[in-house]
């Protein structure tokens, strides 16, 4: 074998002058018991034993053939010699270079020769992202499973929510954090986490989808949540009720809500009227009096760990006073009720004034970071792209289309007597087609009576309570309104709005007239062939209403 490795530096050149080739024979092994012939080399007696040993694998008996005769033909190559010269060729190479010094050694595995190796755990491990599922409830009691991400927030949450469930995003939906055993409620802050709200929630609490329309509307009508009686300055204030937000926002101004309240008293039934004031540095009431000196003040809560939540269940679980709790829970508690700081106001605008201050105070520029986001988004909205679609003042106008061109109607009283010319078409157009026979389930008169039941804002057979319930839940501010079957009549409807943070009620009577059945809220003056056009005009003109019809309450199904 020694022998064979010298010699393939002669035999490299003799195969490449060979013309005439044959299939290497087993392998290309030589065969060891022909003798090599003599006075022809290494090369020479390779080639006559290779010959000699296909001619006798031929026939046994094969005439010799004369030196010059004889065909030159392709020698086998041994490859376990070729693959050592191969690396002799390589170590030769790599010993002519420079050494080298490794800079990293300890990379380098136990031998020399070892290629470099990772120490198992010197790389931090790659860990996919952490996931939670979240169930949240919709209005109607459906439930859908979502996975988000540990850093998911309560806008992002919703967005994905409006997404999956094809509602109209007009940034008014909100996360809801739900207590049923404490009868506590309390729309989540743009900016929470939703992992961290669910890890201070009990094993019966919940998340609901729903509408508030009132999130922010403080930044819009500041002094319709703020009464000048109720805020103080313990610094003289450069401006007045335009200054207001200004001044809670600012971290170096002093803002203080003051009030009485009644306070339920820690592990008892009983509540107390005190004197109650609401800073930067916590809640506090006064033991003397109406006196703010500080040694009559005493804490009764601290904003940083906690929270401020409606009580919904204020009057059968707490024996409330009032209907217009508030409660202000640590994040600790669970399950317990004696560490809860349970407090009543005497009406409505008092509770959403002490519940709007407490959040200004707590959370600040954050609450206008996030009131600021839709905005800033729609300014980003090239002129190409679709707008949001949303129920407002200005988006619905009243227009006139009776000329080539049509224009808008600025003055109530012609788009009143529009709305008017309008039904009275509807109404001769019903009156020719009811001609043609007997009513059909999709005839005019009959669809009037019902087109409205796949409305929005029409909630059907409910309670004058329960309109209330929603109208509340979804937001106290002007205009918010929904439809249902009126309990007294059941041919009339009635109209639910909410002006002033108050809900009031207005009957929808129907009325006849030349055979035809229409709907009034002003004892037939105004007539409306169904109800959508009702709603319609009074998005646009207020007529005997408080004020016009602005936001709709809904329930989406999840």
């Not at 019966?204 to 729903?210: E, G, Q, V, W």
């Not at 839940?473 to 205009?479: A, F, K």
């Not at 909410?498 to 035809?516: R, S, Y």
């Not at 229409?518 to 056009?533: A, E, P, R, V, Y």
Request: charged content about 20%; some cysteine; proline content about 6%.
């Amino acid at each position: 074998m020694s022998d064979m490795s010298t010699s393939l530096e002669s035999l490299y050149p003799a195969c490449n002058m060979q013309s005439d080739t044959v299939p290497l024979r087993q392998n290309g092994q030589h065969n060891r018991n022909q003798p090599p012939a003599s006075g022809s080399g290494a090369g020479a007696a390779a080639a006559a034993g290779a010959a000699a040993a296909a001619g006798a694998a031929a026939k046994s008996v094969q005439p010799q053939e004369s030196p010059q005769q004889k065909v030159q033909r392709s020698q086998p190559v041994h490859i376990l010699a070729v693959r050592r010269l191969q690396e002799e060729d390589q170590q030769f190479r790599t010993s002519s270079l420079p050494a080298i010094p490794n800079p990293f050694p300890e990379l380098c595995g136990s031998g020399a020769g070892s290629p470099p190796a990772l120490a198992s755990g010197s790389l931090p491990p790659t860990q996919a992202p952490a996931k939670l599922d979240v169930k949240v409830f919709g209005e109607d009691a459906t439930c859908k499973v979502v996975e988000i991400m540990v850093d998911m927030t309560a806008r992002d949450l919703c967005q994905l929510l409006v997404y999956r469930s094809h509602c109209v995003d007009d940034n008014s939906w909100t996360l809801v954090e739900h207590h049923p055993h404490l009868g506590l409620e309390r729309c989540l802050e743009d900016h929470e986490l939703v992992a961290q709200v669910e890890s201070t929630m009990a094993g019966d609490s919940k998340f609901l989808f729903r509408k508030n329309y009132a999130k922010y509307e403080f930044f819009k009508n500041p002094t319709n949540f703020f009464p000048e009686q109720m805020v103080t300055w313990c610094q003289q204030s450069n401006g007045g009720q335009t200054q207001l937000l200004q001044n809670f926002l600012n971290s170096s101004s002093c803002p203080e809500i003051q009030g009485y309240l009644h306070v339920k008293e820690l592990g008892r039934k009983s509540w107390k009227k005190m004197y109650l004031c609401l800073r930067r540095s916590g809640l506090y009431c006064s033991t003397k009096g109406s006196s703010k000196e500080p040694r009559h003040l005493q804490l009764l809560a601290d904003l940083e760990d906690c929270s401020v939540f409606s009580v919904i269940t204020g009057r059968k679980q707490y024996s409330a006073p009032t209907d217009f709790g508030f409660c202000i829970k640590p994040n600790k508690v669970l399950q317990e009720t004696k560490e809860l700081r349970l407090l009543c106001a005497e009406d409505e605008q008092s509770r959403t004034c002490w519940m709007t201050a407490f959040r200004l105070l707590k959370y600040g520029m954050l609450l206008y970071q996030s009131y600021r986001v839709p905005q800033q988004r729609k300014a980003l909205l090239t002129p190409f792209s679709s707008p949001v679609r949303s129920v407002s003042e200005n988006s619905l106008v009243a227009m006139d289309f009776s000329g080539q061109t049509g224009r808008v109607i600025e003055n109530p009283a012609e788009a009143q007597s529009a709305a008017l010319e309008e039904g009275h078409a509807w109404r001769k157009r019903s009156t020719r087609m009811s001609v043609l026979g007997s009513q059909s389930p999709l005839h005019p008169s009959t669809l009037s009576t019902v087109i409205h039941r796949t409305q929005h804002w029409f909630h059907g057979r409910i309670s004058r309570e329960e309109s209330h319930r929603i109208i509340k839940q979804q937001g106290l501010v002007d205009g918010l309104f929904l439809l249902r079957d009126s309990q007294s009549n059941p041919k009339a409807f009635v109209l639910t709005l909410c002006h002033h943070q108050k809900i009031k009620n207005f009957q929808i009577l129907p009325c006849e007239d030349d055979g035809q059945m229409f709907f009034s809220l002003d004892d037939g003056n105004t007539k409306f062939s169904d109800l959508i056009q009702l709603v319609d005009f009074y998005q646009l003109n207020k007529g005997v209403l408080p004020c016009k019809l602005k936001h709709h309450c809904v329930r989406v199904a999840l």
